[in-house]
């Protein structure tokens, strides 16, 4: 597909994989290549339940630039129509740099090293003091609990910078340290309600100052690629770089998802469930999540949803659907189901918010009844009970933000590749009972990051109104034919749901 106008670029990494989506200036989606990735297992010292991951750099760096060189093939068009790029990351990564601005540490958002630094944080602080800087309690996947234990272990290289991992992809792609508020707020440095690094978390865990980059608001204009970041990527040397912003909260510029009072659920590998606010506002049990978004002067509520699509491959690879029409054929079959609610819950991957009290030995599964002497439910019977699980589990976390707030959310927009599935729409439809509308672009998160990207080449007067011009939406009809079995369904299953939280294997 060719461009007759201006290109933005959007660089995405995510979990699984990264990514280079390639927009015009009203939305529309001219390539998307991907390319997957893993991580590396570390050692955990001492051992516990948590895992150690780290990444490549170099290696990631080079498949975010083969994914941007083959979307521009794929468009078809000159590296000169891009007039600006932009990038988005999974939260909760984390890059030190020494000296020499060499990366000697490289963590994905699951790398669970910093176990005894946010013990440390914790204590230090305490939740009340933790909450109320950086809007949620301290997760042992901060960048602040990492860097501790990278300090109290010997031998180890001192750190000159710290990034987050889209503030990673803006330093490789312009050579400029900065960073900004959506992602930075997930460090445990930044004082969240001011967008600003706090005075008081440095000094309490003598952290220079230096290390932390200048903050900027997303799609501030912080450089130009380089002559060697363009060689690897194919952009034009001199292309003008603007500050990205976290995976979620860009999914929610994607979804246009802007205005105090709306919500957006990121149906991916996991579900955070986010509510836009004029104000900062915090949970002060520290079970919700409160952040920055990525307009200025907005901020974020959110309660997770855990593991969505990740758990929906999984469950398909173990009842033998393993082909590239798996998905395909798991919905062909949940289509042939009846409509009505039936006696089939799932308790397995999603999860209702509350990491005060997180189990990691929690026990998850599937309840279905089974007479004797009777045929037993089949694999669609299995497979609607998941997607049914993922939508109730989105509706509690749903009711966690609604409950903080004192009142429901003027809509829901739910984004992101599960989205594609007929399935799960019917069942947001029957059980949600809350307007919904669905973005038409699965990869809202780059296509927030695109926004970015255009609100700061001037091709829109804000990021408002640029998400206005390249964001499509359209409603999800409800469905209230049997609303009352349907609500007695979810009742059933957070009855069952607790049930099984409170049992450890």
């Not at 990264?18 to 390539?31: F, I």
């Not at 799960?424 to 669905?438: D, S």
């Not at 079995?485 to 009855?495: L, P, S, V």
Request: proline fraction near 8%.
């Amino acid at each position: 597909m060719t461009a007759s106008g201006p290109v933005l670029a959007a660089l995405d990494f995510g979990t699984g994989g990264g990514k280079c989506m390639l927009v015009d200036a009203t939305g529309r989606c001219l390539a998307v290549a991907r390319e997957p990735w893993g991580y590396r297992e570390e050692p955990v010292d001492p051992p516990g339940f948590t895992r150690g991951y780290s990444f490549d750099p170099e290696a990631f760096w080079e498949a975010l630039g083969r994914c941007t060189r083959a979307a521009l093939a794929a468009a078809g068009i000159p590296a000169e129509a891009i007039v600006g790029v932009s990038a988005t990351a999974q939260r909760l990564g984390s890059v030190f740099l020494d000296e020499r601005g060499r990366e000697i540490y490289a963590g994905p958002n699951m790398d669970g090293r910093g176990f005894d630094g946010a013990m440390k944080i914790m204590g230090t602080l305490g939740l009340d003091r933790a909450v109320a800087i950086g809007g949620h309690w301290p997760p042992f996947v901060s960048s602040l609990a990492r860097l501790l234990v990278h300090r109290a272990r010997d031998g180890t290289p001192p750190v000159a910078k710290m990034l987050t991992l889209s503030d990673w992809i803006g330093w490789r792609l312009s050579g400029e340290l900065f960073s900004e508020p959506s992602n930075a707020c997930e460090t445990m440095l930044l004082d969240f309600p001011t967008r600003a690094w706090s005075r008081e978390v440095q000094a309490a865990f003598e952290v220079d100052p230096s290390l932390l980059p200048p903050i900027v608001e997303p799609a501030t204009r912080v450089g130009r690629v380089t002559a060697a970041a363009a060689r690897t990527t194919g952009l034009r040397e001199g292309t003008p770089v603007f500050a990205g912003g976290g995976d979620t909260q860009c999914a929610l510029l994607g979804s246009d998802v802007v205005a105090p009072g709306r919500a957006g659920a990121v149906l991916g590998t996991t579900t955070p469930v986010m509510s836009v606010l004029a104000e900062p506002t915090i949970d002060p049990a520290g079970r919700l999540w409160s952040g920055c978004h990525v307009l200025p002067g907005r901020f974020t509520l959110e309660s997770n949803s855990g593991d969505t699509g990740i758990t929906w491959e999984w469950l398909l690879e173990l009842v033998g659907l393993r082909d590239p029409s798996a998905f395909e054929t798991a919905e062909a079959e949940i289509a042939l189901l009846p409509g009505d609610p039936q006696p089939a819950f799932g308790v397995v991957g999603p999860q209702v918010f509350d990491l005060l009290s997180f189990n990691p030995n929690q026990a998850f599964g599937f309840l279905l009844r089974m007479p004797p002497f009777t045929p037993r439910p089949g694999r669609a019977t299995l497979l609607r009970s998941f997607q049914e699980n993922v939508v109730c589990a989105v509706r509690a976390n749903l009711e966690q933000v609604e409950s903080l707030l004192g009142a429901p959310v003027e809509s829901l927009t739910i984004s992101g590749g599960m989205t594609r599935s007929p399935g799960l729409l019917a069942a947001f439809a029957r059980i949600l009972h809350r307007p919904i509308l669905v973005s038409e672009e699965p990869n809202a998160t780059a296509l927030g990051a695109a926004v970015l990207a255009a609100a700061g080449a001037g091709l829109h007067p804000s990021i408002s109104a640029a998400a206005d011009a390249m964001v499509r939406l359209r409603p999800l009809p409800p469905d209230d034919r049997a609303r009352d079995a349907w609500d007695a369904h979810y009742a059933r299953w957070r009855e069952l749901y607790d049930q099984m939280r409170a049992t450890t294997l």
